[in-house]
């Protein structure tokens, strides 16, 4: 139950959305390619955080394991035999953004805590579990059943950077070539985003949340999470104070009493997370002094842009890039 706590409150937005791994994740792009030859060509090695795996040939039952890795693994046109869920609820433990990627396909779907017994009933090929954040011994576990891939080396679970987790996944499936242009594409995007809106340069902004314990604390996500690397990657950023405050860890955890570091933010986006008493910020103790609030500088997203951005992969960032810059630009005055 720690590691899912840790993974719900990692990906959503509270005490995931709480870092067992101290460490930040890789910051996009820090981690170089891993090796491959051509697409197709079979078999590959993969370096990750827990060793160094050998697909022997193109994988026909795949497992993904990880609780985000599923749309990496979809947007390379592979539907796994099997998702782990995250939350939601969603058909196929898939979210809007990536369904049409399933094809008609019906992955069984792995909910609570996963043993070892029902993925080897799986007989997968490959298990991809660069987000389920494995120790030593259960990656020595999987690997027994079949070739299984963490996230890549030096980089967090739950806090990998989507480009280094679509290309250690593209290679694995012998598809490393179009991983590349997946994430060439994507990042072409964020910088047509930027073009598009250059009043974003220079602001300051953050992604936050009430605690989902309701012991009146707050989560404010820094530069080397997901949330805050998808603000910077518009141009944005976030105020190094929150970096300060985390130390090390990739939230902030602030007090009531505290809430009013929220104004030295020109923009703040908050995030509910699902299935928890966790209200937006007009529900918050002392949000009716913050001068962002009272001026409409807080955008409090959907829960599907919470999550997809949470997720923060190749498939939901492009649905959130048609949604929030809009948003945030009308925040701030046009």
Known sequence: M???????????????????????GSAPGAEAPPAAGPDGAFPVTVQHSLGSTEVP????????????????ILALGVVP???REFTGNRPAATWPWASDRLQGGQPQVLTGEVSTEAIAALRPDLIVAVSAGLTQEQYATYSRIAPTITQPPGADAYQTAWQDATRLIGTALGKAAEAERLVADLEARFAAVRAQYPQFGGKRAAVAAASSSGNGHYFVWTSDDN??????????????QFDELAAGDFYADISGEQLGLLDQNDLVGWITIPGTPNPGISQQTGAAALRVAREGRVVELTEEQ????????????PALLDELPAEFAARLGG
Do not use: E, H, K
């Open 2 to 24: 720690i590691v899912r706590l840790r993974a719900f409150v990692a990906f959503l937005a509270a005490a995931v959305l709480i870092s067992a791994c101290g460490g930040g």
């Open 57 to 72: 040939a193109a994988p026909q039952r795949v497992v993904s394991l990880g609780y985000t890795d599923q749309d990496t």
């Open 81 to 83: 035999v099997a998702i």
């Open 227 to 240: 949330r805050g690397r998808f603000l910077t990657a518009l141009g944005f950023t976030v105020p190094a």
């Open 306 to 317: 919470g999550v997809a951005l949470s997720f923060s992969s190749v498939l939901s960032l």
